[in-house]
C-alpha cells in the first residue's frame, strides 16, 4: 500500500478506467457496441449491390413509432461513450448523428433511404472508438460540424422572428 507521499505506480500497459465507466463495464465493451451498430445501420445486404442496412433501415418504415424506437436502440451508444468517458465534444456530435437521423428520417420513404445512407451507429461508434484511442484529439472537423449546425439551428429560430417582424414592419407603413 503506497504512503500518501509516494504515488502508486500501474503495471506497464494499465490504463486509468474513467470514474464514470465502474459500471458496465461489460455490456459497453467495444464488441457489444459494434455488434449493436453492426445491427442497426448495415446487418443485411441487397442482393447483387453493395448497399446495406440494418433493422434501423427497417423499422423506420414503420410511421412515427419505428423512428423514434431506432432513435431509441441508437442512444445506446452514446450512453455507453458517456459511460466509457468520451469527452463532451465527442458526445455532442454523436447526438447532433443521432438527431440528424431521427429528424430526418421521420420524412416518409426518403428519410427511410436517408437512414440507410447516413449510418449514424456506424458514424457514432467510430467516433467513441476515435476519442478513446486519442482522448485529447479534437479535429478541425468537429468544430466546424458542430459550428454549422448551430448555424443551421439559428437561422431555423430566427428565420421566424424575422418573418414576423418583416411583417409588423411592412402592416405599421401600409396603414
Not at 446487418?43 to 433501415?57: A, K, M, V, Y
Not at 448523428?97 to 449514424?120: Q, S
Not at 414576423?164 to 407603413?173: D, E, G, N, S
Amino acid at each position: 500500500m503506497p504512503t500518501p507521499q509516494q504515488p502508486e505506480i500501474l503495471a506497464p500497459g494499465a490504463q486509468e478506467i474513467a470514474p464514470r465507466m465502474k459500471h458496465g463495464r461489460g455490456l459497453f465493451a467495444d464488441e457489444n457496441l459494434d455488434l449493436l451498430a453492426h445491427v442497426l445501420d448495415d446487418w443485411f445486404r441487397i442482393p447483387g449491390t453493395s448497399i446495406r442496412f440494418g433493422l434501423d433501415g427497417i423499422m423506420g418504415l414503420i410511421p412515427g413509432l419505428g423512428d423514434i424506437l431506432g432513435g431509441l436502440a441508437s442512444c445506446i451508444i452514446v450512453v455507453a461513450a458517456w459511460f466509457r468517458g468520451v469527452p463532451y465534444i465527442g458526445l455532442l456530435r454523436m447526438v447532433v448523428n443521432l438527431g440528424v437521423e431521427v429528424i430526418i428520417g421521420a420524412v416518409p420513404f426518403l428519410g427511410d433511404a436517408f437512414d440507410i445512407a447516413w449510418k449514424a451507429n456506424r458514424r457514432n461508434y467510430a467516433l467513441l472508438i476515435r476519442h478513446l484511442h486519442e482522448p485529447r484529439c479534437h479535429t478541425w472537423r468537429d468544430w466546424v460540424f458542430l459550428a454549422l449546425i448551430g448555424l443551421v439551428l439559428a437561422a431555423i429560430f430566427l428565420a421566424p422572428l424575422a418573418m414576423i417582424t418583416l411583417f409588423v414592419v411592412w402592416l405599421r407603413r401600409s396603414g
